[in-house]
């Protein structure tokens, strides 16, 4: 079964995305500020802050097989790290 990390994926399109990701037969893990629950064995919520870079760095450990970033960044500057961080580990 693949894996796919969403972050920042409980807003208004990670909702939608991680509906159909589910139906498609994915594994979807979902970083977000909140605490939230999943009855679906296939869903787990992960509560962290997704831009903290070395957070981010150990989640990588789960091998994903794709990443959907929905933060929201300042520049390109700030979100070159994650970007390098995610190709490297997808």
């Excluded at 969403?6 to 994915?26: C, H, S």
């Excluded at 893990?29 to 957070?55: A, M, P, R, T, W």
């Excluded at 794709?66 to 933060?71: G, S």
């Amino acid at each position: 079964m693949k894996k796919l990390l969403f972050i920042g994926g409980n807003g208004a399109l990670g909702v939608y995305l991680t509906e159909e990701a589910l139906k498609a037969g994915y594994k979807v893990d979902v970083l977000c500020l909140e605490n939230e629950k999943s009855d679906n064995e296939n869903l787990s919520f992960i509560q962290h802050d997704g831009k903290d870079y070395e957070f981010l760095s150990e989640l990588m450990k789960n091998k994903y097989d794709a990443i959907v970033d929905f933060m929201i960044y300042q520049s390109v500057e700030e979100y070159s790290p994650f970007a390098d961080l995610y190709m490297k580990n997808t």
